[in-house]
C-alpha cells in the first residue's frame, strides 16, 4: 500500500473553477482531506460562498470520521483559471449551465493544465459528448456531477461517455475515493445521468400536485420523509421492493405492480407550464413551511441530520456507512505511512 | 387529558381483513400498541405470514421507544368477516387489489360492525369515491394507505375523498396517532394518492434505464442511496431545493431548474413494455446485486437500518423523530392514567 499512498500524498493539489455552492463543497472536500485547492472564480463574492459553504463542512464532515481527518490543505484564490490549474491532479468546472462558458472555460484549462490531468465537469445537464467535442485530450475529460452538500453526500456520478480510456477511470475513482466519495461509473451517455432522471420525475409530478391543488409543499415533503425516503437512505429502490416480492422473489413484484404503470395517469406524462402563479404558489408554499429557518438554519440542521443518519448506517457497516467505515481505514493508512516517511526523512 | 385516554383505552380492539404483509404490518401495529386484534383471512398460510411479521416487529418497534411499550394485546383468529369485526373500533382492510373483492369484503363489513366503527383501506390503486359507492354510512370509509414495514415506517395517507366528516376524520388521526403512525390528511382524490405518484415515476425512469442498458438495479440503487435518498429520509424535496436556491429563495431555485422540465426527455414520458425479458433481466440483476441474503435477513437489515435512522432523527427532535419523541410522551400519559385508574378500583 504505501508506494501509490506517498506517491498520491505527493502531490494533492487541486483546481476548482467556479466557486458557487457546488464548487464550494468541492473546495471542502479537497481541503479538509489536506489538499492544496487553487479556485478560481471570475465573481468577487465567490470568496465568502466558499467561506460559509466551509464553515459548515467543517463543522460537519470531521464528525463523519472515526479519526481526527488530516491537516487542512492549503487554500488559494487564483486570479486566473491558468494559474488555478497549474501543477493540479485534479481540476473540477463548477461554472453556470451554459455549454459556451463551459467550452471556453475548457478551453483555458486545456493552456494550462498538466496533460496527467483529470477535468471533471459537475454538470447536471450536459453529457460527456458534449464535454469533450473539440479537445485536444479528450480522455481525461468526465462528467463528474455530486450532489448538494458536496461535502457530505457520497456520490458522485462519474461518466467518461462513450470512448473509455481505462486508467484514466481508475486514476479519476482513486481520487474521488481519497476524498471520501462514492465514484458511481455511469456506462451509458445519457441526458440527466442517473439520479437526475428520478429528480426530475419526481419534481415534474409534484409540480401538477400544487398546480392543482392537490398537496402543498410540506404535505409532498411530508409523504416522502415519513416513508418511503426512509427506506432510500439505505438501500434504494429495487432492494426495497425485492423485500416487498417476498420469497417469490422480484418478478412476482413486477407482476404484482407493473400493470399499474399502464393506467391512464396522463398527469405523470405532461410537464406543466411553469407560469408566474405557478411559481409564486411555490414559493408561498415553502414559505409556510420552512420560512420560520433561516437558510443557514436549514443547512446547519440538514448537515447535523445527514451526519446522524450517516453515522447510523456507519455502525451497521452498511450502505454509505460502510463507504466510510473503508475510508476511515484508507485515512488511518495514510496516516500510517506518513507518520513511516516523516521518520525516514 | 384524561378523559379521551381512558376511554381510547376501553375499547381497544381492531379487526384485520386480509392478512399478508401490509396486514400483517397492521396487526403488529395494534397489538404491540396494546389492542385486542381480531384477524380474518380466508387463506389459511395467513397465520404463518402473520407471525413472520410479528417477529420482526418484536425485534424493531420497541426500539423506536423511550420506555417499555404496553403490554401486548390479544390476537385472535377469527372464521369470518362478522367475527372479526364485533366490537372493533378501527377495521383495516388489506385485501388483494380488485374493487370486486374489496367490495365484497365491504359488504359483510357492513352488515356487522358497530355503525361507530372506521373502516379503513389500504388500497395504493383505488380512491375513496369508488370504495365508497355504494356504502350506507360512506362517512366512515377512508382510504388508510400505509408503507412497507408498516410497523415502522410511520405514513399513512389518510384519504376521505370529496365529502369529509370532520369528526369522523379527527377520530381516524387520533386512532392512527395512537399507534404511532403520521396520519397525512390527503385532501385530494387522485389515482395513487401522493407518495405513489413518485414512486410510479421513478419505477418507470429505473424500467427504461434496465431496458436500455443505461443502469442495472444495483447502479440504480446506489445513485439514490449514496445521493438524494440521504437527504429525502429528513427533509423530502422542497425543503431541500429551498436550501439549494439559497437566501435568493425557491422562486430563484424554480428559474435556474424548471426549464430542464422542458428539454426533450421523451424517454420520461413512455412507460417501457414489461416483456418477459425485460422481467427476467430485473430479477436477474437484482438476484446478483442481493442474492447472497435471504428475504428474511434483507427485512431484518432493513428494519434494523430504519431504527438507526429514525433514532438519530429523534436525537435531533426533526421529522419523523419528531414524531416518535411526541409518541414517546402519548405512551407515558397513557401508562399514568392506567396507573391511576387501577390505584382507584
Known sequence: MSTPVAADAQNKVAAII???VIGGGW???FLLHGWRVQVYDQDLSAKNKIKAVLENA???LPKLCADAMPAEG?????DSIALAVTGAIWIQESVPERLDIKQTVFDEIETSASTDAIIGSSTSGFMPSELKSGRKHPDRFFVAHPFNPVYLLPLVELVPGEQVNADKLNHAQNILEAIGMKPLHVRAEMPAHIADRFLEAVWREALWMIKEDQATTQEIDDAIRYGFGLRWAQMGLFETYRIAGGEAGMAHFIAQFGPCLEWPWTKLMDVP???????EKIASQSDAQSGQHS???LERIRDNNLVDI???QKNRNWGAGELLNKHDKRLAELKAAGNQQ???E
Not at 407550464?273 to 411559481?279: A, G, R
Open 310 to 312: 450517516l453515522c447510523a
Open 18 to 20: 467556479g466557486g458557487g
Open 27 to 29: 473546495v471542502a472536500r
Open 58 to 60: 467543517r463543522a460537519s
Open 74 to 78: 492549503e487554500l488559494i484564490f487564483c
Open 295 to 297: 437558510i443557514r438554519e
Open 273 to 279: 407550464e411553469l407560469t408566474d402563479e405557478l411559481v
Open 342 to 344: 516523516s521518520a525516514a
